[in-house]
């Protein structure tokens, strides 16, 4: 038995929300896609596109992700706001990771398939088996499973500008240090969870508004992609990392300083080493 | 035997640089005031009582340090690929994690805060400046310290994980230890003061943190001189058992059953004698407090 929060009244509707931000972020991993399979050696300009698009994915996919959190999350899961991010990105790591054995060009559409079935054992075992009944829980943890394994996707291409099994498997600099082996997978496991939980997690609360929220999630999505982009350094070329950790900075520069002025906007009041008045004095 | 030698000087080593970064993980956790003690620093503008607190509402400590550990260890690796001294590279990684620390912390807070509009919680921007910049600092020490430890058992001990995976073991260790041996120093007894020692927290006390120092209103810089007096120094203890426990078991007694076939197992059950010990002296120290100080008795 659960009661439903209202949380932001006046939003954009959550479908909306997923069939849009959804579209473009498989939009930009076929971007990314295509611009690899292209790419020549010692090429900088296809790698770049392919990084850059990649990361443009995992935020569009995070906002997706937080809008679903919210709907999720509003039925009164305080703490477990945080555990719904790692639940999506373990599944989206198996649904990930069983996709680049395909196609290339089918890769995000297998992996979206494979996470949803993921994410509907999950749901069903959690609304059903362990009887926690929330009425959107199966549908949220199969969207859930969904976004991790098209976040954890775009931010594979940006650290090493492809999304393909054999590219994940070699790495540049030493044939034995790639992706899976080096951990680095672990790495936007952890980046991803966070950014997906943190948006919703950090603007709860009565006076939450839709479009802060929704700025954080992008916010999130550029922070965890200028952290990719430092560590392309070690699979792209040099130049092709430095665009798309350039491209970062500026995202996430520009999200940041609008995320203040939103929050002026919604604090009850901006103060500067002022005390507050307390009703009681 | 010279391949033992240096596995202790590694464990001790790793150990003390454990203890530290425990010690640097509670301050800076209470600090931000992260983990479950928030929850009264957000109830309290809902019952009425506007405060200075800061307010990290990241996620619990153990996810929120996996991330920052982690993402030292996969920037770490990522620069000694390219061929830069590892101790600079440990450096660098452990720089970019403390800003992605302070950017994941200043949003908490603004969020968190916009959204108590409703009861009248103003946005404090010089707790903003103040307290973010002093929980990073302690950040950098507990992620460095961790990420050192780290890199010490991937490189010296060759443990056969990568270092990022390492890093996601340590991290989450770390926040665990940190907010098990930590929190309930800061949750019940910090924000709490001005209750009657001993007396719990009552429903009617909901929110009532204290909000005042000596002299005018507090922010939560000063659960930092609060912390590392007591909670600080008992989670450094904490974590640098653990590390230091786990790999001292690894060193010595990995090998010792492989003439009887067990290749590996001494080391699982020595750790699984370690949990026993712990277990009892758990329960002898439970009891003896239970005798002492019995159950809280009214004063006549």
């Known amino acids: ?281 | 035997m010279q391949e033992i030698i240096i596995g202790i000087g590694v464990t001790a080593f790793a150990g003390a640089l454990a203890a530290m970064a425990g010690a640097a993980e509670d301050t800076e956790s209470n600090i931000g005031s992260q983990g479950d003690p928030n929850s009264q620093v957000q109830l309290a503008p809902q019952m009425g009582y506007t405060h200075r607190i800061y307010n990290k509402a990241v996620s619990g400590e153990p996810p929120a340090y996996t991330l920052w550990v982690t993402l030292a260890c996969g920037i770490a690796w990522a620069f000694t690929m390219l061929h830069v001294n590892a101790m600079l590279a440990i450096i660098f990684g452990t720089v970019l994690a403390t800003f992605v620390q302070g950017i994941y912390a200043t949003t908490a807070y603004l969020g968190r805060t916009a959204s108590l509009s409703k009861f009248g919680q103003p946005v404090f921007i010089d707790v903003l400046k103040s307290v973010t910049t002093v929980t990073m600092a302690h950040a950098f020490v507990a992620i460095l310290t961790t990420v050192a430890a780290c890199y010490l058992m991937s490189t010296m001990l060759q443990h056969p994980f990568a270092l990022p995976l390492l890093g996601i073991v340590w991290g989450l260790a770390l926040g665990a230890a940190g907010s098990a041996t930590g929190n309930p120093y800061y949750g019940k007894e910090r924000q709490y003061q001005n209750q009657k020692f001993g007396a719990g927290v009552p429903i009617s006390a909901s929110g009532n943190i204290v909000r005042y120092a000596e002299a005018g209103q507090r922010s939560s810089i000063d659960n930092g001189f609060f912390t590392a007096k007591f909670g600080g120094p008992a989670s450094g203890l904490c974590f640098g058992l653990i590390v230091f426990l786990e790999l001292w078991r690894t060193v010595l007694f990995e090998h010792s059953l492989d003439n009887w076939g067990a290749v590996g197992w001494g080391a699982v059950i020595v750790g699984a004698l370690i949990i026993v010990l712990f277990m009892i002296i758990d329960r002898y120290v439970e009891i003896w407090a239970r005798t002492n100080y019995g159950p809280y008795t009214a004063e006549a």
Not at chain 1, 74 to 103: D, H, R
Not at chain 1, 159 to 187: E, F, K, N, R
Not at chain 1, 271 to 279: I, Q
């Open chain 1, 1 to 281: 038995m659960s009661v439903k929060v209202e949380v932001s009244h006046d939003g954009v509707p959550h479908n909306t929300v997923m069939m849009k931000n959804g579209i473009l972020a498989l939009f930009f991993l076929y971007i990314a896609i295509a611009a690899a399979s292209v790419a020549g050696d010692g090429s900088w300009s296809y790698p770049a596109i392919a990084c850059v698009s990649g990361g443009i994915a995992a935020v569009f996919t995070l906002r997706w992700g937080n809008s679903t959190i919210k709907k999720l999350c509003s039925y009164g899961i305080g703490t477990g706001v945080p555990s719904a991010g790692m639940l999506a990105f373990g599944s989206g790591v198996i649904a990930m990771l069983f996709a680049t054995k395909v196609n290339p060009f089918l890769v995000p559409i297998a992996g979206l398939l494979v996470a949803l079935i993921v994410g509907l054992i999950l749901g069903w075992i959690s609304n059903s088996v362990l009887n926690m009944k929330i009425p959107v829980m199966t549908r949220s943890i199969a969207e859930l499973a969904a976004v991790g394994c098209l976040t954890l996707m775009g931010l594979t291409a940006v650290a090493t500008g492809d999304i393909g099994y054999d590219q994940i498997t070699t790495g540049l600099t030493d044939p034995y240090a790639s992706y899976i082996s080096a951990g680095i997978i672990a790495v936007a496991f952890i980046l991803g969870a966070i950014a997906l939980q943190h948006p919703f997690n950090a603007c709860l609360g009565p006076g939450e508004k839709q479009d802060r929220t929704d700025l954080l999630a992008i916010e999130c999505g550029f922070l965890s992609m200028i952290v990719m982009a430092v560590i392309s350094f070690a699979f792209v070329s040099q130049i092709a990392a430095w665009i798309s950790f350039v491209i970062a900075l500026i995202g996430w520069f520009v999200t940041y300083r609008q995320f203040f002025a939103l929050s002026k906007r919604d604090a009850a009041a901006w103060l500067d080493a002022k005390p507050f008045s307390d009703a009681e004095e």
